[in-house]
């Protein structure tokens, strides 16, 4: 069965702690930035870095656009102000109290569905194997809807929904036996299993008074607009572990993409190291769902932006989160202002943007 | 068992004698899997019609006793007998019996739909809703409202034609990566499409309140207060399917041996092809018409039918249409007995039956290809 290898080139080695061998090399191999501390020197691929600067410029960019652009107008000048609490109170309390929010919620779930995806394709060694679709998005929104709806009472949306990624998880990887040994198969049970959390959902939503479910409903289709306080402050954590926890793994991660053989040869605790990154990458999934709701297409699309720009060296797990916030803040602004007086949940945009991107990675003829 | 022992005996004579010409020519017609299949004890279509008859005539039954309402079933079934009270024998006649009719419409259809389907794409995950064909058929419907096309007799065309252009690309998506051999990957370019064109959807509904009132309860599914007049409608295309699909029987069993062999009987496989393709997209647009998008229902019922009686698309296609009636009035039964004063969507609860047997299918150690 051909499977969609990850990256064109086999390259390896993004972090080079002291050279072992005593003919360390000269001076820096071809695309790539060498420093030396005494015993310690560290070796950068110029692409990835670049990338990840562009990101961040064009992250920055966007995100004064979404505190200015809206229904209410603001200038440049005055919103840099009322970030601060400077200026007209009216614009103070749109920055502060509405868009601000707002804009760290898009970015944090934005990074860790970007991010969960980045770690979820790495480990199942295919491109498509992002957490949305094998089914890790509908089981945590499954779950987190139970706890509005009542059903779960009293436990917290981010607790729950992280006990349904996990139990989606199990099932996804329970029923098709195994990571990424079945190729595609492991990707269609998923959808499975998706399919059935999708219709649990809709079946708590039938069960509860109109009030409750249009309270939960933002949730079923992916939305910045129904931010609950506590589960930002829990994505926030989630993200402030769980980001340099996955750069310290991205070496090790390099080291996966070859056969289990030469991974355990060179060293590597390859069960453990997977199991880490299976439960970093679910659990990031859940922090985002408990904030957005299953915006899944941000963890295919986000990826792949960050793979272009690094030129597919190494796996580009900063330049991912970068991408996946740039992607979730442009999306959510297109949805707020595109069709001004209607708000498109940010779901559905992500959803029109991405199929067919996913579409196309499915068509288009393969190397 | 049988056929293991047959063969290797039909080898004997044919490298024994060399004058057995027929046996021979019988080899290859035995190694092929058709053949083996009807030997290896599969159930005979007529032994399992009956059963599969009678148990859809018990849903039928069990539709028109069981309801949300305050009718209970002892009542409804003395409405039946003619005797009640008045109220009894409205709720039977003028609510359930409509209700169960179309059911019944609409689970032939889908089921025949997702039979013919799997046969064309060589692909037994190939189901309309799984692979957007639904999901086309609910887009176009929802781009009407928006234009402003009222005509309840133009839902119908309008969704046939949606199922149409859901369904040529998704197999065109087939043909362009060759994706034969990999059965899976077209569900994912359906899974993928059909997202697309649901978030579509809702933006059109997000757009245009007053269609969002008119199709909110239609797009997630369901048989509740669909009038007879819709069915109607359905009608004539229907019969249209009816009659291409009886022509197409044969060569699409022909088609299962094989390209070359199909054309070698006398066959066009690009035109039965193009034929079933229209076939699907009328009887799946129609159901969508009629019932809303309603997934799972064209995987489950041809999957346990080919279980049951081998894989012979004239056989599937017989024993589908009990065996859709049997699911789709199941499933509606539930969604009207789970939360008593209200109703389920119908998808939610064929989502429920089907997806483990798409998990199944999946799971399966060898993909069977079509």
Redesign the interface.
Known sequence: ??ETKLYRSPTFCSAVSTPTSPLSIASAPAGTLWWRWGAVSLLVYRAPLLAACGLLAALLMSSLASLTLGSAGLDLLDALKAIFGIGEFMHVFVVQELRLPRLLAGMGTGAAFALAGCLMQTLAGNR?ATPG?IGIDNGATAFAVASVVGLGASIAPPAMALSGAVVAMALAFG???GIGTR???F???G???G??F???T??ML??VSIDVANNAYPWT?GSLNARDANSVIWLGIAMLIGLPLALWLGRGLNTLRFTDRVATGLGLPVARMRLMILWLSVVLTAAAVAVAGPVGMVALVGPEIARYLSRHKGVPLLASALAGALVMVLADLAGRTL?SP?E?PV??VM??VG??Y??WI??RS?R | MQADEMIPRSHVSAMSSSSAMPSSSAVPMADSAPATRKVTGRLALWKVMPLACAIALLTCLASLLWGAGQVGPMQALKALMGQGSEEARFVVYELRAPRTLIGIVVGMMLACGGALMQVVARNPLAEPGLLGVSAGASFAVAVALLLGIEAAGMHVIVAQSGALLGCLFVMSTVRVRGARQDPVRLVLAGAALSSLLVALTSLVLLIDQRAADEIRFWVVGSLAGRSLSALYHCLPSLLLAVVLTLWLARPLAALVLGEQVASGLGHRPERVRQITILVVALLVGAATALAGPVAFVGLAVPYVARALCGADIRRTLWLCLPLGVTMLLTADVISRLVVPPSELPLGVLTTLLGAPVLIAVVRARRLPTL
Do not use: D, K
Request: hydrophobic share 60%; no cysteine.
């Open positions: 069965m051909p498509l679709i029923l098709s036996g190729g595609y198969r990707l269609v049970a959808i499975g299993v399919a059935l999708g219709a649990g809709q079946l039938a069960r289709v069709l209607l498109v779901g559905i959803a029109v199929s067919p996913l579409l499915l068509l393969p």
